[in-house]
């Protein structure tokens, strides 16, 4: 097995990444929920990249927040676009992956990456950090961010605490199905980047199925090689309460489960782990965005 290719945030330099990207052109899509207390730091840092000439589309795709999240974004001088008006012949939106997925249709960069908009010391290196090994390292065709995750309590907060669905449920998971996958320290991190054709030759796993969904898409598709994690320092966002973070295990759980099956069914020797007949799924697996322009797949989302 190839080791993982690891880097710091503080390893790219913007002029030279600026000097580097050339004719290169980059999206940074932020997928927002109900974000409005963090956003506007979030598009600011964003901008002043896109002004440095890092960053060629600063995208906002919002779930219809009631908090007035796209209005302080387009305020603020990002791209807005609700997920609902996004490919709606594919009926209702169905959480972040869906929201995700859909905002391909509105991406132009050549590169393309996506960071959580509820982060509050975001900062510019996040995506300088996730761009650096995809314009320096031509082999690179996907970058996953990690960062000390402190959790927040009353008094302060607790280092290394955070991210417990990643913690509790992803890493065990990958530790008894794909081991290799383990060299990630943030598998479910919502920050990555990607080359624009990888990103459409994957399907998407809709709500909060969707990182390690990619995880394992992406490993399949480009191997360890491929791939490359990036230190980017701290993230800090809202806790979830444990009952939001059991909803979305599950999701996760039914994302990794569906790759399972379909790895088996393409032959691979790798245990089931297979839903009773009785459970309907929360999430499904959008199509690699490449085959939705064809008239036929149109055509059956229409029906649907
Ligand atoms: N457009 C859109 N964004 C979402 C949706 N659900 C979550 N997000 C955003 O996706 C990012 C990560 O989601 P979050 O709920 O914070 O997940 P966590 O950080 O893993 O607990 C945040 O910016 C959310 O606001 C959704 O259904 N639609
Ligand atoms: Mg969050």
């Known amino acids: 097995m190839n080791a993982l290719r690891t880097y710091d ?4 330099e913007i002029e030279r990444l600026v000097a580097d990207k050339a004719s290169t052109t980059v999206t940074v899509c932020v997928p ?31 779930a219809s927040s009631e908090d007035g999240t796209a209005d302080v974004a387009a305020a603020a001088g990002a791209e807005v676009h609700d997920e609902a008006a996004l490919m709606p012949e594919f009926g209702a939106v169905m959480g972040k992956g869906d929201a995700m997925w859909r905002s391909l249709s509105v991406c132009r960069g050549d590169l393309i990456s996506f960071v959580d908009g509820d ?21 690179v065709e996907f970058v996953r961010g990690h960062f000390e995750r402190p959790f927040a309590v009353r008094e302060g907060e607790l280092p290394g605490e955070g991210g417990r669905v990643t913690e509790l449920l ?11 996958l383990l060299a990630f320290s943030q598998p479910l991190a919502g920050e990555i980047a990607a080359r ?5 030759r994957i399907s998407f796993a809709t709500g909060y199925a969707v ?38 295990s599950i999701e996760v759980a039914e994302g990794i ?16 782990l297979e839903p009773a007949a009785s459970v309907e799924p929360r999430t499904v697996d959008r199509p690699p965005f490449a085959e939705v322009s064809s008239p036929a797949t149109l055509a059956e989302a229409e029906r649907d």
């Open 119 to 139: 982060v509050s010391d975001f900062a510019g290196h996040y995506a300088s950090g996730l761009l650096g090994p995809l314009l320096v390292e031509p082999e």
């Open 257 to 272: 489960s569906r790759r399972l099956r379909s790895a088996r069914d393409q032959g691979a020797e790798v245990g089931a």
């Open 32 to 62: 927002t929920r109900e974000t409005a207390k963090t956003i506007e730091g979030t598009v600011t840092s964003l901008l002043e990249l896109s002004e440095l000439g890092l960053v060629d589309q600063v995208v906002v795709v919002d």
């Open 170 to 180: 992803c890493k065990p998971l990958f530790a008894l199905l794909s081991p290799e």
């Open 211 to 248: 990182e390690a969904a990619m995880q394992i898409d992406v490993w399949r598709e480009v191997g360890m090689d491929g791939m490359a994690e990036v230190d980017l320092a701290s993230k800090r966002n809202d806790h979830q309460s444990l009952k939001a973070l059991s909803n979305m």
């Open 196 to 200: 624009r054709e990888l990103l459409h």
């Open 9 to 12: 945030h503080a390893d790219f």
